[in-house]
C-alpha cells in the first residue's frame, strides 16, 4: 500500500534563509507525487508534481522538489524563504496500488520568521 | 473556469440538526473527493467517485453521514443528525482520471456544532 511520510510537523525559518520540508515515500508501484500548500483559511493549492519525468521538479514560487528512488525520498525546497510562504504543505503520493486515490501525509507547518 | 466551488463557506448549527454541504466539480473532472480537516485528525478522506459512482466510502465516520452524486456537475455531503465532534472543515476536490491525479480544491465548508 502507498504511503507518505512528512518528517516535521513544524519547520521554522527567517525570512531569507533556504526551506527544507522532508518527506519519505512507500510505493509498490511508480508513484506520482505531488506537494500542496495551503494558506489559512484557504483550500489545498498544487505546488508541484513529479510523474515520472524529470527527477528535479520545478514548481510555482519558486519551489522546487527532487524525486529520490534510493532514498523514496521527494523533499521540497526553496533557496530564500518569504514571508508570504508561512502556510502548511502537504505531501502527497498517488499510484496504481491505491487506484491512484491520493494519500496524504499529516502536514508541515511552515513558519517564516522576519 | 471558476474552479471547484462548495457552499456554504460558513455553517454555525446546533446538535441534531441536519447539514448538507454542497460541491460543484471543474467542469470535465470525473473523480470528485470529499475531505474532513481537523486539528486532531489531519486531513481526512471520507468518499471518492468516479463518474458519479461511489467507489471508495471507507472513510464516511458512521451512519449519520451520506453523499450522492446525481450528476457530474453536482455533489451532495449530507450530516444528520449533526455533532458536536463534527465541527471541521470539508474541502471537495475534483480530477480528471488519468492525469496524474492532480486534485483541485474548493475553497472548503467550515462546519460548527453547537
Known amino acids: 500500500a502507498q504511503s507518505v511520510t512528512q518528517l516535521d510537523s513544524h519547520v521554522s525559518v527567517s525570512e531569507g534563509t533556504p526551506v527544507l520540508l522532508r518527506c519519505n515515500y512507500s510505493s509498490s508501484y511508480s508513484p506520482s507525487l505531488f506537494w500542496y500548500v495551503q494558506h489559512p483559511n484557504k483550500g489545498l493549492q498544487l505546488l508541484l508534481k513529479y510523474t515520472s519525468a524529470a527527477t528535479l521538479v520545478k514548481g510555482i514560487n519558486g519551489f522546487e522538489a527532487e524525486f529520490k528512488k534510493s532514498e523514496t525520498s521527494f523533499h521540497l525546497t526553496k533557496p530564500s524563504a518569504h514571508m508570504s510562504d508561512a502556510a502548511e504543505y502537504f505531501c502527497?503520493?498517488?499510484?496504481?496500488?491505491?487506484?491512484?486515490?491520493?494519500?496524504f501525509g499529516r502536514g508541515t507547518s511552515l513558519i517564516v520568521h522576519p | 473556469d471558476a474552479g471547484v466551488i462548495q457552499s456554504p463557506r460558513h455553517e454555525v448549527t446546533e446538535m441534531g440538526q441536519e447539514v448538507t454541504l454542497r460541491c460543484k466539480p471543474i467542469?470535465?473532472?470525473?473523480?470528485l473527493f470529499w475531505y474532513r480537516q481537523t486539528m486532531m485528525r489531519g486531513l481526512e478522506l471520507l468518499i471518492y467517485f468516479n463518474n458519479n459512482v461511489p467507489i471508495d466510502d471507507s472513510g464516511m465516520p458512521e451512519d449519520r453521514f451520506s453523499a450522492k452524486m446525481p450528476n457530474a456537475s453536482f455533489s451532495t455531503l449530507k450530516i444528520q443528525p449533526s455533532e458536536p465532534r463534527d465541527s471541521a472543515v470539508y474541502f471537495c476536490a475534483s480530477s480528471l482520471t488519468g492525469s496524474s491525479g492532480e486534485l483541485f480544491f474548493g475553497e472548503g465548508s467550515r462546519l460548527t456544532v453547537l
Open positions: 502527497v503520493v498517488s499510484d496504481a496500488g491505491g487506484s491512484y486515490i491520493p494519500t
Open positions: 467542469s470535465g473532472h470525473n473523480s
